[in-house]
Structures are given as structure tokens and as C-alpha cells.
């Protein structure tokens, strides 16, 4: 992968020096942070949990991870245009992690994001490449910003655990018991206020995909855009098959997502003397997978190609406003998933559906800026999914077993607050923010509370 993307800037820098008719534009910009951060967890979810076949801990594990840290945080853009004066442009856009371990969203890849475009000033661009889809890029292209480490969907969640508690099936223990698992708090709880398609922010904002954006028509923009598949990534190698999961080593074990997903957006933009306003909606469809898995199921030790759980198409949406007067800045989304993603085979009394509203309140005066946010999410249903790729019955599978036991009878609730200072030298930037996150769910007595402190500086060129 690094031998690609150092391909990549040679090709770069080569064309923009190339005596050819048609020049391009070479642009590199970057910005490295360098952070010290905080974070006081409810103990028993600020740990490892790692487990035998028998499910007891493995020597070790439960024990408390870190709760302080030095880190850093690295990214290279890279920017290749044709002339921008002309009426048809082209051009391409990399972004490259930076870091000397795993990037801060844990993708282990040189690369991040891919995406190349074609222009053309009377009827707009289409963007090809592992890259946002058109959808998810209204929801992020505000002129309004979180300040200093970016705020409820920042470098806070770096700093956290990503534990919940699981129940284990009746059936492998004497009586039920929940007991703690890393990595599946994202399912049971809406984590991220995105829609489907870049919830993670990585791997599967990732996928492989087309956008078509039209030039603004009296401050109007529309746009389209479509996914093959979720679980795919831009090289041939992790491309997926119709049923399956991601082939890639961080996600191999998770299920499938969806394919063939449509994404539509229109947003409008205008300005009255001081007053600039931006509203917009976006809303995706997609096909859910009938997830195919050669490992092992709890009821079946022979490993063998088996259709198990449905789950339900994806439907979500997404509005938000922004409104900025002089120095001052408002951003307030809500989104909704619906059912999207939970189990079509739902226990009597459960509940599924997953929601998310955030507010952003900004202040900039020169060099000083100043950010207060909040995010509010409910989800239900988030975990019968995962459960019901290990749970079936039937000859073909056709009837996965209702997993009652992670249903949810009421909504897991997250409530994420922050506030934000920083100063600007020109390229050099100083910050400080606070973040407080809750998870609850009543159903399980589940409480999880922290509070996380960074202070850091970042430069950007």
C-alpha cells in the first residue's frame, strides 16, 4: 500500500511538470496534532475482556487500560487539478495516514480516502472513488465547525473503551448472565450521528462508490450517489460477493451490510448581508444482506455455507441547518434509521429503531475560537444482528432463532456533551476540550459514564 500511494505522488508531481497542453495543479496540505488526554471511565467498561472457549476471562484480561496519554494524530492531503478556468475539469484527491501506528480510526491503511472527478461548470461533477457518498458529504460540509479536538464526533472517543455488556445464551451456561464484551458498543448504542453509510467514519465510508453533485441552480444543489456494496474496499482483493461480509483482517468476523445503496441529497445555500444559512436533507435506501458464513455456529461445528438471521433493508434519513451571523455559528441535524440494520424476526415486546439529534454553538473572533455541542441518540434492536449470524435453525438456515436475550425492551440512550477552546498562531493552533458521554440502558442496568480532557497543539500547512 505504501509503494502505491508513493505511486501515486511521483505520477503527481511528474504531471504537474510534464510539458503537456493540459497542466495540472499539485497541492499538498496536512496537519499533525499533538495531544495529551484525560479520561475517567465507570472502571468495569475501561478494560479488555478477552475469553476461552468456555467463557471464562483469560489471564488478564478485565484488567483497567490507561487512563492518561500522550498521542499524536497525522494526515496528508494530497490535490491534483487540471486548470480550474476551463469549463471541463478533472482532477483527484488522496488522503494519506500519517501516523507510525494504526490511524486514530483505526484503519491499519497508508491510505484513507480515494476519489477521482470529472467537472464540468454547466452540469456539475461526478466523483469516483473510496470516498464519502454524496449523501454523507452534505451532512459534513458545513462552513460551521466543532473548534479544538473536533468536539461529540472528535478525538474524544479515542480515548474511550468501546465495551458493552453482552448476554451470553441461556443454552452455553447454567443460567444467563451478562458479562462484558470490547467492541459492540456501537451496536447497541448510535455512537456516531451519521448516516448508515459513514457511521464508522473508516472502513465503510471506504466503500467503493459513484457521486454525481449538480451545479448549484439559484444557490440549489442535488445529488446521487451509489454503492455496490458496504463491505467492499477500493482495492480488487477486498471486493465482496453478494451475501458476504468484509474479507479485510480488521472486519472479517463481522457480518454482512447492505448493497445496491441509492443516496439523495439536496442542499440550498444563500447569504443576506451578515447571515449565511445552509439546509439540507439526505436519505439512503439499500438491500440488506443475506449474510453467508463458513465459520463454525454454536449449533452446527461443521463449518459449511449457511444463510443465517435477516436483517432489515436500510431506510435513513437526515436533515440539518446551518446559520452563521458575524462571529457566531449554529448547527442542529436530526437523523433517523428507522429499522435499519435490526432483525426482520423481532420478539413480542421488543423494541428497534435508532434516532439522533446534535446542536453546535460557535464563536470566532481573530485568532480566538470557542465551540459548545451536544449529541443525543437512541438505538434499539442494534444487537439481534450480530447474535443472529451464530443462531439458526432449519435445514438451509431459513429460520434464525430469536435471541431474546439481546433484544431490547427499552432504547439505549447516549448523551454526549462538549465544549471547546483554542488560539490561532497562524499555522500553529492551541486547544483545549472537555467531553462528558452517559450510555444507559434501563433494561440491563447498564450505566456508563466518562469524562474525557484534551489539551493539544496542531499544525497545518
Request: hydrophobic share 35%; net charge neutral.
Given at each position: 500500500m505504501k509503494r502505491m500511494c508513493y505511486m501515486v505522488l511521483f505520477v503527481a508531481i511528474s504531471a504537474k511538470y510534464a510539458n503537456s497542453a493540459e497542466p495540472v495543479t499539485l497541492k499538498l496540505a496536512g496537519r499533525v496534532d499533538m495531544m495529551f488526554g484525560a479520561v475517567n471511565q465507570t472502571q468495569a467498561y475501561n478494560a479488555t475482556y478477552v475469553y476461552d472457549g468456555s467463557l471464562d476471562l483469560l489471564?488478564?484480561?478485565?484488567?483497567?487500560?490507561?487512563?492518561?496519554?500522550l498521542?499524536?494524530?497525522a494526515?496528508?492531503?494530497?490535490?491534483?487539478?487540471?486548470?480550474?478556468?476551463?469549463?471541463?475539469?478533472?482532477?483527484?484527491?488522496?488522503?494519506l495516514h500519517a501516523n507510525t501506528s494504526r490511524a486514530s480510526n483505526m484503519e491499519p491503511y497508508f491510505t484513507d480516502k480515494i476519489m477521482a472527478y470529472v467537472q464540468h461548470n454547466k452540469i456539475g461533477r461526478v466523483e469516483v472513488g473510496a470516498y464519502p457518498g454524496a449523501a454523507s458529504m452534505f451532512e459534513m460540509q458545513s462552513f460551521i465547525e466543532s473548534k479544538a479536538a473536533y468536539g461529540v464526533e472528535g478525538f474524544f472517543s479515542r480515548f474511550t473503551n468501546d465495551t458493552t455488556k453482552f448476554a451470553v445464551p441461556s443454552f452455553l451456561t447454567s443460567q444467563p448472565q451478562y458479562l462484558y464484551f470490547n467492541n459492540f458498543a456501537g451496536y447497541r448504542y448510535l455512537i456516531s450521528p451519521n448516516l448508515p453509510s459513514n457511521y464508522s467514519g473508516n472502513s465503510y465510508s471506504d466503500a467503493p462508490k459513484i457521486n454525481f453533485y449538480t451545479q448549484p441552480i439559484e444557490n440549489l444543489t442535488l445529488a446521487v450517489n451509489y454503492i455496490p456494496d458496504l463491505d467492499a474496499q477500493s482495492g480488487i482483493v477486498n471486493l465482496r460477493t453478494k451475501d458476504g461480509g468484509p474479507v479485510d483482517a480488521e472486519r472479517r468476523l463481522n457480518r454482512g451490510t447492505f448493497r445496491n445503496i441509492i443516496g439523495l441529497g439536496a442542499r440550498y445555500t444563500t447569504a443576506i448581508q451578515d447571515v449565511k444559512f445552509i439546509s439540507y436533507i439526505a436519505a439512503e435506501f439499500g438491500t440488506a444482506k443475506r449474510y453467508k458464513t463458513d465459520a463454525v455456529s454454536i449449533l452446527n461445528p461443521i463449518p459449511m455455507m449457511i444463510p443465517t438471521g435477516q436483517i432489515n433493508d436500510l431506510r435513513a434519513y437526515e436533515v440539518g441547518v446551518s446559520l452563521g451571523y458575524k462571529d457566531f455559528g449554529f448547527v442542529?441535524?436530526?437523523?433517523?434509521?428507522?429499522?435499519?440494520?435490526?432483525?426482520?424476526?423481532?420478539g413480542q415486546g421488543t423494541k428497534q429503531s435508532a434516532r439522533y439529534w446534535t446542536l453546535l454553538g460557535t464563536y470566532t473572533h481573530n485568532k480566538f475560537g470557542a465551540s459548545i455541542g451536544y449529541m443525543n441518540s437512541s438505538r434499539a434492536g442494534g444487537l439481534e444482528a450480530p447474535t443472529s449470524q451464530l443462531l439458526y435453525m432449519g435445514t438451509n438456515g431459513e429460520y434464525p432463532i430469536v435471541d431474546y436475550a439481546n433484544s431490547d425492551y427499552s432504547h439505549n440512550k447516549?448523551?454526549?456533551?462538549?465544549?471547546?477552546?483554542?488560539?490561532d498562531f497562524n499555522f500553529l493552533k492551541n486547544y483545549a476540550e472537555i467531553v462528558h458521554a452517559s450510555?444507559?440502558?434501563?433494561?440491563?442496568?447498564?450505566?456508563?459514564?466518562?469524562?474525557?480532557?484534551?489539551?493539544?497543539?496542531?499544525?497545518?500547512?
Open positions: 489471564p488478564g484480561s478485565g484488567a483497567r487500560l490507561p487512563s492518561a496519554g498521542v499524536e494524530d494526515a496528508v492531503q494530497v490535490y491534483v487539478d487540471s486548470d480550474k478556468s476551463k469549463q471541463l475539469t478533472y482532477g483527484a484527491y488522496f488522503n442542529s441535524t436530526f437523523g433517523d434509521w428507522g429499522k435499519t440494520g435490526t432483525y426482520k424476526y423481532a447516549l448523551h454526549v456533551a462538549s465544549f471547546g477552546l483554542e488560539y450510555y444507559k440502558n434501563d433494561a440491563i442496568s447498564e450505566r456508563n459514564n466518562l469524562t474525557t480532557f484534551i489539551i493539544g497543539i496542531r499544525i497545518t500547512f
